[in-house]
Nanobody, 123 residues
């Protein structure tokens, strides 16, 4: 079975940092694109950061560029999202998702989703 498990959320003050983890199993890690999405209260889900099988396919939403960094640990089959200089508007449930592809693409293309992890940034 394909599984994605997100963790690492919590409460942090504005300006602080958190690192989210997405542990994946059930598929060949290098063949899949992994994307972090988030959904803030009362808003739709949006893509945050994505990584594919090569560095050239990394993508970030404009709202997090320069603050967030996505990385992969192939040995642990885990994708990380390092979030620095957190803002109140980063408050959301964060999800990791995967698809068998080479490019980040669009939300509806993602086949596998993990449960979200809540990030709350206090102002």
């Amino acid at each position: 079975d394909v599984q994605l498990q997100a963790s690492g959320g919590g409460l942090v003050q504005a300006g602080g940092s958190l690192r989210l983890s997405c542990a994946v199993s059930g598929f060949r890690f290098d063949d899949y694109v992994i994307n972090w999405f988030r959904q803030a209260p009362g808003k739709g889900r949006e893509g945050v950061a994505c990584t594919g099988s090569s560095r050239s396919s990394t993508w970030y939403a404009d709202s997090v560029k320069g603050r967030f960094a996505i990385s992969k640990d192939n040995a642990k089959n885990t994708v990380y999202l390092q979030m620095n200089s957190l803002k109140f508007e980063d408050t959301a449930v964060y999800y990791c998702a995967a698809k068998d592809d080479s490019f980040c693409g669009y939300e509806h293309e993602y086949t596998y989703w993990g449960r979200g992890t809540l990030v709350t940034v206090s102002s």
